[in-house]
């Protein structure tokens, strides 16, 4: 994977998509499906995305018995995609079932990249303290999550830029870390918690960066789509 900066396409349903869509005309994107979106359009929206030359990573952040991830990765799998998602917290039998559904659901076709959710990035450390009642820091939380999904054979992790470069040095450089709770410097967190700058996560190793609406909810997205891909790739000075 080149470090693409993946778009989260939160939109609402194809004709928020497409309008979004005609601000870039001639660029190949890897774009993020999830939650809302597939919902309402279910596989259709990936066909439709892959047919138009992008790049996908369908975020469903499966969380089930193995079992029934097991089956829903193999139907999944037969969709095209180049990246899914699971969560850690579903535990290693989960995660390697997802695995064995994806391998059962490729035929012949590239199994996409599967990665693990590890701790929200709207999470922060004294929630996960209060509400979860899991009594370590957030990084510690973070690393074992990464640990457990390593183990199970998956090929990275979802994680905040503040905790990549900790993870690539313990479990290795090829191990992915995908972040989002990506801003620039004057853009609104929202509801993110654990929060930076594209420039940042590139200096902290990270894998691939998730911007949404930072991109998707600006007056002219195209333009802050080219500014977070230059504070990214180190061009912009961005802090
Ligand atoms: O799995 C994800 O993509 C994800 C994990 C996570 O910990 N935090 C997180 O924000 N995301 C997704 O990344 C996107 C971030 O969107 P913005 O906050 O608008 O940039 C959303 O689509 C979230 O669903």
């Known amino acids: 994977m080149k470090k693409p900066l993946i778009i989260a396409l939160d ?42 030359g992008h790049e996908i990573f369908l975020d469903l952040k499966l969380h089930d018995i193995p079992n029934t991830v097991k089956s829903a990765m193999k139907g999944l799998a037969g969709l095209g995609c180049d990246m899914v998602n699971v969560h850690a917290a579903g535990g290693k039998a989960m995660m390697e079932a997802a695995l064995e559904g994806l391998e059962a659901g490729r035929g012949s076709g590239k199994r996409p990249f599967c990665i693990a959710v590890t701790q929200l990035t709207s999470t922060s450390e004294q929630q996960m303290n209060s509400e979860q009642l899991i009594p370590v820091t957030l990084n510690e ?51 993110q918690k654990r929060v930076a700058t594209p420039k940042f996560a590139r200096a902290e190793g990270a894998s691939a960066i998730v911007v949404g609406r930072s991109i998707t909810k600006s007056e002219n997205p ?12 180190g061009v912009l000075n961005e802090a």
């Open 11 to 52: 939109f609402a349903g194809k004709d928020e998509v497409n309008r979004f869509l005609t601000h870039f005309e001639n660029e190949k994107l890897f774009l993020k499906v999830g939650m809302e979106l597939f919902f309402q359009e279910g596989p259709s929206i990936v066909y439709e995305l892959k047919e138009k």
């Open 141 to 191: 939380s973070v690393l074992h999550y990464a640990s457990l999904a390593k183990e199970a054979g998956l090929d990275g992790v979802v994680c905040s830029s503040l905790e990549a470069r900790e993870i690539s040095a313990r479990l290795g450089e090829s191990f992915l870390t995908v972040t989002p709770g990506i801003r620039l410097l004057t853009d609104d967190a929202g509801d």
């Open 222 to 233: 195209f333009e802050k789509y080219i500014q977070c891909k230059q504070s990214w790739e």
